[in-house]
């Protein structure tokens, strides 16, 4: 039956003159994906969200092995639309129990010389997703040596993008590690000022709506993808990684025998709290390998951020011990060269000594061979799977909770398969991991419960090495919530209500504050040294002892991207509400908070100086009003048990 339904549609099509197309929509309607092959045999797709366009035709196909599937294609077979559905639980990140549901169908093409080509879709109602498979059965390796997919964009669209870096440059050639600035509100069709294009997650502002590119479901056969530097017309490419990207003498390009795929390319499709509250990131992704209950999230003392390379020695990381364990946070991370200032006996006897405080360590590795040159140890140890268990082993003995493992050399098949192993390999022994100097995780955090979090952001450290880091970074860090923060864990290391040496701080207090809630990191790293922590007021450290980091519940508030953002988020009965404000002027806020319900609460926010803290109580049930200082922000928390008298 499906033979001869596709053999009238195909006659039905082609009596008409026109190209053949097929359309999928959401489960809701409001999205439709058309899929059609043009009159070269190219395929291409568009998208539209209630009738509007979000990207105009675009294009698709590889070339796999010297084989171009991009043109001269014809149409084999067309799947029935499926339904497709998934519960699953995260034990960090936006929601707890997430229920994805979608429509999928599977197209598959063959060339001239008969080598097929099969490209999914998926249309759920918050987006767009799409993949090549490769079937067959093959003993030698396939080589995708390139890809054609684009999307573009219509005119009159803008973008909210940040370059990527090129490899092999920066500090001790440690680039590409995706801590750029954004370019923001740019016209679609503007260059990147690298040539090596820009990194995903890709924001556009389309007549359709808000677009919010990026990938995810890396099973370690694939390289990672970014967009090509030159747009024309709008019309943005997908772009495989510079030749340096690779682990050493490993490949770039994905390759595997057949058959193989690639990851899921997404776009987040709506309004800009559809993109915020959107879990494509961890729906398209793997699912867990193991259930690993014994992963538990939380935040984490650390003395580098504020104190640098001299705070890595015995007293001062038995400080931070003692500090974690006041403020009841689970961890203490002890950075670069703990090895050599340390040394593995004294960092054994700081973990029983953090034992008997409720607290365990995190300690720093150098994932480098010879991929750039930095010299912090300990390095060369986790290359091979003989000496990372190895490493592995001796840590869980000596009780180590987790590993923050740095310098990644970029986007390579080779170094994504490297953090997979790592986090496997982790995982065997109870080991949290944390990637620093890295790429995007793309839904690694599902796949492997015990990755916590990457840096792959411009974060608080450079707000500590450059002035003009700090003079942006209010800026900065109201974009991360629509891009770099919307479907993956992200190591910003936020909260410092100290002053930084050499440096003139410009976000408030009360900007701080917020961070730590508007931000998602399964480990939670806070700037903010003991000595800083204890001249705040109480009821701010009472605040960042009960911060929670797994979340059963996140919603958008009110923002917009490189201005300002405000996100609520619930934690068994209560809700935390973070807001901050990215500009110099005063902003007034008027937010409805109607879906918490009535409720009596608390407020946090600036003093009369950026310094200074004021609290007071504050109502819900309806609309709650409140002034933003210039770069300043507030929390709000609503326990159950402040319902609300009235």
Known sequence: MKRILLISILLLLSACGAKQQYSLSSPDGSLAVTLALNEAGQPQYRIERNGEVVLKPSQLGVVLDGVDLSRGLAVESVGEPDAVSENYTMLQGKRRQIFYTAKEQVFSFRNTGGVELQIAFRVSDDGVAFQYRFPGQSDDIKVVEGELTSFAFPPGSKAWLQPMAEAQTGWANTNPSYEEHYQMDIDVGEASPSPAGWVFPALFHTPGGWALISEAGMDGNYHASRLQAESPGGEYRIDHPMDAEVFTGGVLKAQSTLPFHSPWRFIAVGELSTLVESTLGTDLAEPAVAEMDWVDPGLVSWSWAL?????????????????????????????ADWDRNIGYEKIAELADYAAQKNVRLLLWYNSSGSWNKTEFTPKGVLLTR??????????????????????FAGDGQSMLAYYRELARDAADFDLLVNFHGSTLPRGLHRTFPNMMTSEAVRGFEMITFFQESADVAATHMTMLPFTRNAFDPMDFTPTAFSEIPNIERRTSNGFELALPVLFLSGLQHIAETDEGMAAVPEYVRDYMRGVPVSWDESRFVAGYPGKFAVVARRAGDTWYLAGINGEPEERPLTMDLSFIGARTGELITDGETPRSFNRSEVETGSNVSLSLRGRGGFVMTFPAAGLAKN
Do not use: C, H
């Open 307 to 335: 104190l640098k390379d001299p705070s890595v020695n015995y007293e001062t990381q038995k400080k931070f011990i003692d500090y974690a364990a006041e403020m009841r946070w689970p961890y203490t991370l002890v950075d």
């Open 386 to 407: 003989e000496q990372r268990r190895s490493e592995f082993a001796r840590l869980q003995k000596m009780g180590i909770a987790g590993v923050k493992i740095d310098f």
